[in-house]
């Protein structure tokens, strides 16, 4: 199979992309490593068809889906925070660039289109579980570009006949994060200051709760919505189906790592809500979609990944 991956050097765009390779399938890569390195591509960078382009450019967009059945759209301007100081280049490049995707998948007759959504989309609706059919109500730029995204895809089915599927995404983590971004996650944080014994500081009261997703439960569920039946115009939540408080995962992380550095609270960040927990009945009746990695497995991944990295960097 030809694919296309979108944003194919980020986190889980280059899981993706090692995962396809492993599968067999022929890998066509479209980033512009604005915000991510181009050494995540190096593995793989003799067995790719590299685009070194922008999302934002439609005609090479355009170019990029030629020859394509499955188009895994990852690439988008990530962080809320982000998104907040810069509400306007957060739209250009995930609503514009996710509207290019769609109609150069129509143009060229690609067959589906995975689409990287997020949990963010239901931002302050309070209910837990979230379940697929709660009314999204996102609190940020970012949150409502990605529900913007969501709503072109079913459109682009509805429409024009384009299979889509939207993916919703809870708090991926995994080896691989890059904990020197100045909007980077809170795992590779909280690992790397745990590993060199600097402070972690904590927005909030770490109180607050997530449905953290282990990388290859989220490429996994990529690689069955490109070929689910009854799948095409929906949206699926990816996640694990358990809520842990930010206090837990510094719990957890002290005991692997044995070291106890100080944890400093700060204020909440605007934008954030307060506990995310997924509902994924319908990722396992649709797509049969099942979390392999739990929560300490991942961590226990991810803090050898981190020890291996500070390793390297003091030799």
């Known amino acids: 199979m030809n694919c296309l991956v979108t944003g194919g050097a980020g986190f889980i765009g280059h899981n993706l992309v090692r995962k396809l390779l492993q599968c067999g399938h022929a890998v066509r890569v479209l980033d512009n490593f604005a915000t991510v390195k181009r050494s ?3 593995p793989y960078i003799d067995d790719i068809d590299l685009v070194d382009a922008d999302l934002r450019d439609g005609e090479a967009v355009e170019e990029a889906a030629r020859g ?12 809320v925070p982000r998104s907040i100081k810069d509400p306007l280049t957060t739209n250009q490049v995930n609503v ?14 690609v067959r589906r289109v995975v689409f990287a959504s997020s949990s963010s989309v239901y931002g302050r609706n309070p209910a837990l579980p979230k379940h697929e059919s709660l009314d999204p109500s996102p609190a940020s730029p970012y949150a409502v570009s990605k529900l913007a995204g969501e709503q072109y895809c079913q459109v682009y089915s509805r429409a024009y006949g384009l299979e889509t599927v939207a993916l919703r995404y809870f708090n991926v983590f995994g080896p691989g994060q890059d904990p020197n971004s100045p909007y980077a996650a809170v795992m590779p944080l909280f690992a790397a200051g745990f590993l060199t014994g600097t402070p972690i500081t904590v927005n909030g009261d770490g109180e ?5 997703t282990y990388i290859d439960n989220v490429v996994d569920a990529n690689l069955r919505a ?3 039946d009854d799948a095409s115009g929906s949206a699926f939540n990816v996640a694990c189906g358990q809520r842990t408080t930010l206090n837990e995962v510094l719990d957890h992380l002290r005991r692997m790592t044995e070291v106890d550095t100080e944890i400093v609270y700060g204020p909440d960040r605007p934008g954030d809500v307060r506990h995310s927990l997924a509902d994924i009945d319908r ?7 099942r979390p392999t990695v739990p929560l300490v ?4 991944s991810t803090v050898d990944y981190y020890r291996s990295v500070v390793e390297n960097a003091s030799s």
């Open 40 to 42: 995540n591509l190096d």
């Open 68 to 79: 394509i059945e499955v188009i895994y759209h990852q690439g988008a301007l990530g962080s």
């Open 96 to 109: 514009n660039g996710t509207l290019h995707v769609l109609e150069a998948a129509r143009l060229n007759n």
């Open 208 to 212: 607050q709760s997530r449905d953290f």
């Open 226 to 228: 490109a070929t689910a």
């Open 283 to 289: 990722a396992q009746s649709v797509l049969s979609y």
């Open 297 to 300: 497995a991942g961590l226990r």
